[in-house]
Each structure stands twice: as C-alpha cells, then as structure tokens.
Nanobody, 126 residues
Framework: QVQLVESGGGLVQAGGSLRLSCAAS????????MGWFRQAPGKEREFVAA???????????YYADSVKGRFTISRDNAKNTVYLQMNNLKPEDTAVYYC????????????????WGQGTQVTVSS
C-alpha cells in the first residue's frame, strides 16, 4: 500500500510560479512511476506529467502538451517525494492537482494509476 500526500497548492497571479510536492509512504519509492494529474470544475481529470525512474538511465519524464515548457516534474528518491514545478501559470491551470503512483510503467500518461493522493488546489488569478 502506498499513501500519497500532496502539498504546495495555493493562489497565485497569472505568470507566477508554484511548486507542488507529493510525499509517498513505503520503502520502494524508486520503483514507482509517479504522475501528476489535474481536474478543473466540470471537467474530467487529465494527465499533466509523469516520471519513470530506473537506476540505469535515471528519470524519463512525460508532459501534456498544455504544460510542456512551463512545468517540470522531478523526484527525490531519498526523500520519497515527487515535485511539480509550475512556472508561467495561466488561469486555465486552475484545478485540483493530484499525485498518483503505480508499480507499472504501462500506466504513464493514463488514469490507470493504482494509488492517488487527496489533491491540492491551485488557483491562478488573471
């Protein structure tokens, strides 16, 4: 069982930055595929970014087109934590952001992750 706790959300003006953190329980964090998703009011949950780490090549990262070049996913295996650095935020980035984890790399950009956090609200004002 993996428990995920997100933090770092808040209110920011357009053009600003936020960094989200997701702390995971358990001893096998480095083996987990970690993802970030978001859900805006009245919309479906959508993929934002994912990180698949292995000891040979390090992290392989994946991004939704809407955030590419503005958001960066990273992880610290020693701290069991994954981050989402969000720069140049736009009002359309407003959503609840969820951290997700899975042991299979096959889930990557899909919503089929096994473990989910409770979410953290990000609000971008214009």
């Amino acid at each position: 069982q993996v428990q995920l706790v997100e933090s770092g959300g808040g209110l920011v003006q357009a053009g600003g930055s936020l960094r989200l953190s997701c702390a995971a329980s358990g001893r096998t964090f480095s083996r987990l595929v970690m993802g970030w998703f978001r859900q805006a009011p009245g919309k479906e949950r959508e993929f934002v970014a994912a990180d698949n780490w292995n000891s040979y090549t390090g992290s392989s990262t994946y991004y939704a087109d809407s955030v590419k070049g503005r958001f960066t996913i990273s992880r610290d295996n020693a701290k069991n934590t994954v981050y989402l650095q969000m720069n140049n935020l736009k009002p359309e980035d407003t959503a609840v952001y969820y951290c997700a984890a899975d042991r299979s790399y096959l889930v990557l950009t899909t919503k089929r992750y096994t473990y989910w956090g409770q979410g953290t609200q990000v609000t971008v004002s214009s």
